[in-house]
Each structure stands twice: as structure tokens, then as C-alpha cells.
């Protein structure tokens, strides 16, 4: 087994459709697998799967080992782009040492874990019993994990393979919770004479909500609100507004629909070129694309958000909070604590709703970071809901596995691995409620730009990792 191998049966991956909540493709591709090479399989009521593949002759004594990634990716596009995540595959190129998808999302983010589980799964490497575990929906909640029944597998070893940074090895991760906020709202007749244009904030980098949100990107559903709430002088209406998508990407592009009178939309154009300007004077250093405009729009309507609610709505983006909320106190350099102002959209009729999720490592600070934001936009007339909680994960003091991969990670490539924690949320955090004595690492190839278009999985990073996680599953005892 090599990166060449784990590398084939991703790019079969890549003509699966498996966007979250819509995994019955990728299921049905796992249930064919296992049943072409005679293995067990087995799939609970959500759709988790887990193969199951008995010891080489010989290796009858081995612990078993538990080998788990996710089935469902992330589906994120660049306004324009033609591509149906339900029927598509995805498009990727192969560029200077890298697997990208220029305009997609490429799903690595666990796509290449996965595909390293069916590797091991098809060879004839002698091995101890092998539990590979795929769960469903662990982009929007963890959904399938925290509905995985206790005796589901058997082995008290597992290897998350849903990391995105090669050389390092992850022990412990962030819990997570979800706060959304409604406005509802009622029309109001469109004043006489005024016109309408859009408004927009795109282009920006985006990224994962928890991995990047110490990375200092923008956010473009916070800073169209910023610019919104900085007409507050103006005479305007609001018509329509939209951005941002998962709740755990980073917001790329937002944009509104507003009317006003002539002369009103010249001075709004002004302003927001001079508001170009500054973002890409506060964000030049990261940000090489965004940019901030408007756009004429031939839209013939008769009936805007009413007043108060529309500013109501501005006044709490522009003062949400969005990023880094506290770093450890324990850990160098971990964050400790973020929240991450997702997404603002009008998908049903007199609802305008805003998603947001916050992370900790610390129970008591993500409840605080929920309720910070449910008091902002409270205070704003929205109302406000809490959902999807989960636990975070905890370094173990004593852990065989973690010392087996440091101990294979230094005699294949000569150097330690960094060991650590990790501010996004891993599915290991529920498993260890589930399945009391579990001893656990993650860890996977270099993956940039996931949960956004461009996600790129890094070729050199793939051969190291598969050479470790062959090493460790070999000679584990």
C-alpha cells in the first residue's frame, strides 16, 4: 500500500456526491466495496458504516484497531460556477505538487481519510483486525457520531484520520455549539422614486471556522453589515440580504439589495469605494482578492423589510462578535475560545435568520460565547436559539497510541512530531462518551483552504502520511 493507492480511490471518491444529510451515495459506494472483497459491513439506522476486516494469519493477537473519517463533505462553490454537488463530480487539477479544486470544494476534508481506510482495507498487508468506521454528517453537527450506539465496534484503539497538518499529531480538539438568531419581519410599500442596486462584499479567502479563525480573515457578512450601519445617515431601504453559507466555513461573500433615490445611490457609491479602500488597507496582508461594491440592478419591486427590523438587523452584524475570543492559558499559541459569524439568509417568507457556531475547549467559556452572542442580537429583537452542543476532547495523561506514533513518526522521517491540540472539532470528543477507555490520535495529510472553493490537499504530505499510518497499523501491539 502507497500514496498512489490512497491517492485512486480518492479521486473515486470525487464522482460520489456526499454533501451533508445526503450521504446515500457515498453509503451505497462503502456497502459495494465491502461486499466485492468479502469483508463484514455493517450500517446503523443514520447511515454510519463500518467495515470490519479479521487479522492476517499470525496477527490473531493484535489489539484491533479502530480506523475512523467522515463521509460527508463540506459543498462550497464561487458565485458563478456552474456545479450540482448532488450529481457532479468534482473538478480538480493536479498543479505544482498539489490536488486542487480550483472552484469547489474539493473534499480531502475526509475524503482522503477515507480513502486511506479502503486502502488499508484492500491490501494484503498482514494485519491486526481492523474496524474502519465512516460517519455521516459530521460537518453540520456531528450528527452521525452522536448517534453512534455504544458496542458499535469493538477495538479500544482509534485513528481519526480527519487532521489537516501533516507532522502533526492531534490528542485533544475543541467542543462546539450553534446559536442561530430570527428576525421576522413585515413589508413596507417601497418609497416613490427610489432605485435599486446591490450591494455587495466577495472574494474574500473564507476557510474553516475552526482551523483559520486565527488567521485573521475577513468576514464578509460582518463587514457588509459594518458598511450598511455606516448609511445610518442616509435615507434607504432594505430589500433583501444574503451570505455566508455553513456554519463552519468562514463567511467569503455577502451581498444586499437596497433602494434609494438617485442622488442617495451616488453618495452610497462613493462611499463604499472609500470602504474598498479601507479593508483592503485593514486586510491587504491577507486578503489579496476581497473587494467591496455595488452592482446596478434592473429589480422591479414594490416592497422593502420594514424599518426598524432592517436596522435592527444591520446594527447587530455590524456589532456581532467574529474570531478569536480567548487563547489558552495552558497551551502556547492554542486558541481557546472563537465564534464564528456564519451566515445571514432570507429562505423563508418574513424570517430573516443568522447562523453562528462557537468553540471551546472549555465548557463553560463556549456557553458564554453563545451567550454573547444571543445577547447581541437579542438586544436587537431577534430571537435567538442555542443547538447541536458537543463535547470536546481532552488530552489523556497515559496514551499507548499517542507514543506509537511519536515513536514511528521519528524513526521514518528522523524528527518529532508536534503533538497538540486542535481548535476545531473532531468526532473523538463524543466517542470517548460513548466508548469510556478509548485511546485515541488524529492526524492526516496537509490540507489548505477546506470548507472553502480552492481546497487544495498537498501530494508530498500524502506520501508521509500514508507511510505513518502503514507503519503504525503494522507494527502496533
Known amino acids: 500500500m502507497n500514496a498512489e493507492k490512497v491517492l485512486s480511490f480518492f479521486k473515486e471518491i470525487t464522482r460520489v456526491p456526499r454533501e451533508s444529510g445526503h450521504e446515500e451515495q457515498i453509503i451505497a459506494y462503502l456497502q459495494k466495496f465491502a461486499a466485492d472483497r468479502n469483508l463484514e459491513c455493517k450500517t446503523d439506522k443514520i447511515g454510519n458504516v463500518l467495515i470490519i476486516k479479521q487479522a492476517s494469519l499470525g496477527k490473531e493477537d493484535v489489539p484491533a484497531i479502530v480506523l475512523q ?4 463533505m463540506v459543498c462550497e462553490k464561487n458565485e458563478g460556477v456552474e456545479h450540482d454537488f448532488t ?100 413589508k413596507e410599500p417601497l418609497c416613490e422614486d427610489f432605485k435599486c442596486m446591490e450591494v455587495y462584499v466577495k ?13 485573521g480573515r475577513a468576514n464578509a457578512v460582518q463587514l457588509l453589515g459594518r458598511f450598511l450601519y455606516s448609511l445610518e445617515d442616509l435615507d434607504w ?48 496582508k491577507i486578503e489579496k482578492d476581497l473587494k467591496a461594491g455595488t452592482a446596478e440592478s434592473d429589480s422591479q419591486v414594490s416592497e422593502a423589510i420594514d424599518e426598524m427590523t432592517a436596522w ?95 515513536a514511528s513518526y ?4 528522523g524528527v518529532e512530531p508536534k503533538v497538540k491540540a486542535i481548535h476545531a472539532g473532531l468526532e473523538c470528543g463524543l466517542f470517548t462518551e460513548k466508548f469510556p477507555g478509548l485511546d485515541m490520535v488524529s492526524f492526516g495529510p496537509t490540507l489548505r483552504g477546506v470548507h472553502a472553493p480552492g481546497e487544495r490537499l ?10 505513518l499510518l502503514v507503519d503504525v497499523v503494522s507494527n502496533y501491539k
Open 69 to 72: 473519517s467522515h463521509s460527508d
Open 87 to 186: 450529481r457532479d463530480p468534482i473538478k480538480y487539477i493536479i498543479k505544482d505538487g498539489w490536488m486542487i479544486a480550483p472552484d469547489t470544494t474539493l473534499g480531502a476534508d475526509c475524503g482522503i481519510g477515507m480513502a486511506a481506510e479502503l486502502a488499508l482495507l484492500d491490501s494484503d498487508l498482514p494485519l491486526g483486525k481492523l474496524e474502519c468506521l465512516f460517519t455521516v454528517s459530521e460537518e453540520t453537527g456531528l450528527d452521525g457520531a452522536m448517534a453512534l450506539e455504544s458496542g458499535f465496534f469493538e477495538g479500544k484503539v482509534l485513528l481519526n484520520l480527519d487532521s489537516e497538518d501533516e507532522g502533526e499529531i492531534f490528542v485533544g480538539c475543541a467542543g462546539g455549539l450553534d446559536t442561530t438568531a430570527e428576525f421576522h419581519y413585515t
Open 203 to 215: 472574494d474574500g479567502m473564507g476557510g474553516h471556522s475552526g482551523d483559520d479563525i486565527n488567521k
Open 237 to 284: 431601504q432594505l430589500i433583501t440580504i444574503g451570505g455566508g453559507n455553513k456554519r463552519n466555513a468562514i463567511a467569503r461573500e455577502a451581498k444586499a439589495l437596497i433602494a434609494a433615490e438617485e442622488g442617495t445611490l451616488d453618495i452610497i457609491r462613493e462611499r463604499i469605494a472609500d470602504f474598498d479602500a479601507s479593508i483592503k488597507e485593514e486586510y491587504g
Open 312 to 406: 435592527n438587523l444591520v446594527t447587530a452584524l455590524c456589532a456581532s462578535p467574529h474570531g478569536v475570543l480567548a487563547m489558552s492559558q495552558e497551551i502556547e499559541n492554542f486558541v481557546e475560545t472563537s465564534t464564528n459569524l456564519a451566515s445571514v439568509k432570507m429562505t423563508e417568507p418574513g424570517i430573516i435568520r443568522i447562523g453562528s457556531s462557537q468553540r471551546s475547549c472549555v465548557t463553560a467559556a463556549r456557553r458564554a460565547a453563545a451567550a454573547k452572542m444571543e445577547a447581541c442580537f437579542a438586544l436587537a429583537g431577534a430571537i435567538v436559539r442555542h443547538e447541536g452542543e458537543y463535547p470536546g476532547w481532552a488530552p489523556a495523561a497515559e496514551s499507548p497510541v499517542r507514543d506509537a506514533c511519536v
Open 410 to 413: 521519528k524513526k521514518l522521517f
Open 458 to 467: 498537498d501530494l508530498a504530505s500524502l506520501e508521509k502520511f500514508t507511510d
